[in-house]
């Protein structure tokens, strides 16, 4: 249904229960994507690059393999 602001809510609420995990990082580039926020996704990326460069999230970020929601 694509309720990006509904989204956004979970994702903060996530990031507070869970703030340096990858797969949290994961998520919020793909909302960032599918919102089409270009800024907020390129901070996400960067960030799993820098922080967790040998994950399996960061390494479909760099091929451009977002979620399909």
């Known amino acids: 249904q694509k309720r990006w602001d509904e989204a956004a809510l ?3 609420r996530l990031e ?3 703030p340096d995990s ?15 926020d270009d800024r907020e996704l390129a901070r ?3 960030r799993l690059r ?3 460069p040998d994950r399996l ?4 970020a ?3 393999a977002w979620e399909r929601w």
Do not use: M, S, Y
């Not at 998520?27 to 089409?36: E, L, T």
């Not at 999230?57 to 479909?60: L, N, S």
């Open 50 to 52: 820098r922080d967790a």
């Open 44 to 46: 996400w990326v960067e």
């Open 10 to 12: 979970h994702l903060a």
């Open 57 to 60: 999230e960061t390494r479909q």
């Open 22 to 36: 990858p797969l949290t990082w994961w998520i919020a580039a793909n909302v960032a994507h599918a919102r089409g």
């Open 16 to 18: 507070r229960l869970a």
């Open 62 to 64: 760099e091929r451009g």
